[in-house]
C-alpha cells in the first residue's frame, strides 16, 4: 500500500486498523512512501480522488508496471490517461466498496454483489489475458466482480445515480437524516428519473440493464424506494459517509456530468 502525507504517517505509526464486527483488527499489508521506476508490480489500483488521477498518473508515469487499475469515478476521456501513463496501461475500473477513516481506522465493507460488485473492463471492450487474470484475483480474494463491454457507457450511469444522491445531501438542513425531507426525496426521484431518460435516448446503453428501472419506475414508487435506501444502514455506509467525506470531488462530478448531457443529449 503506497500513501502519502498524514495517511501514510498514520500507516507507518499504526498499520492498516479496520473495524469488523464492532472489532478493531489489524491488516497485514507493507506499506511503502515511494514508488521507484525499476519496481515492477503486477497491478497497480489507484484508489484516489477523480481530481487527484492527473497527478498521480504522472507519478506512475516512469514506473515500469504495465497496468493501472483505475478505481475512479470519472467521465475524462481514458485516452487522455493513457497520454500521461503510457498506451494501453489503464484498465478502467470501479470498487463495490463504500466506508471511511475514522481517528485513522477503517470502517468499510464490500458493496453486495446484486447491488454493485467491482466493475472494470478494457477501454475498447476486448477480453484479454489480463481480464482474465484480474477476474482471477478478485476471484480467490472473494470480491464479487463482473466484467463489461464498455466502462464509459457504465460510468455515465453510475454517475447519473449518485450525482442526484449527493445533491440530496447536500441540499438537505439535516444531511443524516435527508429521508425525512420529503422535497428533498421528490426532487432526487425526478433527477434521477431524468436522467437515465436522457441518457436512454441519446442512445447510451443504460449499464447494467436494470439501471433501465430508473426511467421506467413512477416517481412515487421511485422515491419510496430511494427513502428507504437513505434511512438503510447500507445508505450510511456506502452513500452518506462518500458524500460528506468527499464533497468537493462529488460537487466537481456534478458539474462534469451535468455538461456531459447538456453536450451530448
Known amino acids: 500500500m503506497y ?17 469488523l464486527n464492532g472489532q478493531i483488527h489489524k491488516a497485514d499489508v507493507k506499506i511503502i512512501e515511494k514508488v521507484a521506476i525499476d519496481d515492477r508490480f503486477d497491478y497497480i489500483f489507484l484508489t484516489v480522488k477523480e481530481y487527484q488521477v492527473h497527478t498521480a498518473l504522472e507519478e506512475l508515469s516512469l514506473n515500469a ?7 475512479v469515478n470519472t ?7 493513457e497520454k500521461i501513463c503510457g498506451e494501453g496501461r489503464i484498465i478502467p ?11 485513522d481506522i477503517l470502517n468499510a465493507a464490500l458493496t453486495p454483489k446484486v447491488i454493485q460488485p467491482t466493475t472494470f473492463a478494457e477501454i475498447n471492450g476486448s477480453k484479454t489475458k489480463r481480464m482474465a487474470e484480474l477476474s482471477l484475483i478478485f476471484k480467490k480474494s472473494k470480491i464479487p466482480y463482473q ?13 447519473a445515480m449518485v450525482v442526484p444522491i449527493a445533491d440530496a445531501y447536500y441540499e438537505a438542513g439535516c444531511p443524516e437524516k435527508v429521508w425525512r425531507e420529503k422535497r428533498v426525496m421528490t426532487k432526487t426521484a425526478k433527477q434521477m428519473k431524468r436522467n437515465f431518460r436522457e441518457l436512454y435516448d441519446s442512445g447510451v446503453n443504460l449499464s447494467p440493464w436494470k439501471m433501465n428501472l430508473f426511467r421506467l419506475m413512477p416517481v412515487w414508487i421511485l422515491r419510496a424506494g430511494i427513502t428507504v435506501t437513505f434511512m438503510s444502514s447500507f445508505g450510511n455506509m456506502f452513500m452518506y459517509q462518500h458524500s460528506m467525506n468527499a464533497p ?11 455538461q456531459y448531457m447538456e453536450k451530448e443529449t
Open 3 to 19: 500513501a502519502r502525507g498524514k495517511r501514510l504517517e498514520s500507516l507507518k505509526k499504526s498499520g492498516l486498523l479496520y473495524k
Open 65 to 71: 508496471s504495465p497496468n493501472i487499475v483505475t478505481m
Open 75 to 81: 467521465l475524462e476521456p481514458y485516452g487522455k490517461w
Open 93 to 103: 475500473a470501479f470498487p463495490g466498496a463504500g466506508g471511511s477513516f475514522k481517528e
Open 147 to 159: 466484467i463489461v463491454r464498455n466502462m464509459h457507457e457504465w460510468q455515465l450511469c453510475h454517475l
Open 248 to 258: 468537493e470531488e462529488m460537487r466537481k462530478l456534478h458539474l462534469q456530468f451535468y
